[in-house]
């Protein structure tokens, strides 16, 4: 993996869940001080409400390893480009935009989700 990425929410809650995949390319961006997400992925994340106490904590944990990229003026602008060309859900074009403005791969399960969104180069890491 030369280029970096962007996880969206879905990856880090299939990584919670024991999904190989997002387990093996989280440990592997997490070593190599790669881990990116949005601030509205941290958000998702952790505001699920299907953790545990523990596994609340050891998302916490997670977490703390990720370069979290702001909701900025440039990336608030492409949402909202994206939100009236696409129809996309808020998180998902703050989401989309966070990938597009910082020039990122945007790592999802939900390729769909991001279909219409012209430049966005979106990976399933989860087939």
């Known amino acids: 993996m030369e280029s970096e990425y962007l996880l969206d929410t879905n990856i880090l809650i299939y990584y919670t869940k024991g999904s190989e995949s997002a387990r093996h390319l989280i440990d592997d961006l997490t070593l190599r001080h790669t881990l990116n997400i949005s601030i509205l992925t941290k958000i998702e994340f ?3 409400d ?5 596994g609340y904590e050891t998302c916490k944990e997670l977490i703390e390893y990720a370069t979290i990229y702001p909701l900025d003026k440039n990336v608030s602008d492409k ?3 994206l939100k009236r060309s696409s129809k996309i859900k808020l998180a998902d074009a703050v989401i989309a935009a966070t990938a597009l403005v910082n020039d990122l791969k ?4 939900n390729i769909d989700d991001f279909a219409k969104i012209e430049g966005l180069e979106v990976v399933n890491i989860l087939e």
């Open 79 to 81: 949402a909202i480009e």
């Open 46 to 48: 952790l505001g699920w």
């Open 106 to 109: 945007l790592v999802t399960k």
């Open 50 to 54: 299907k953790h545990t106490a523990e």
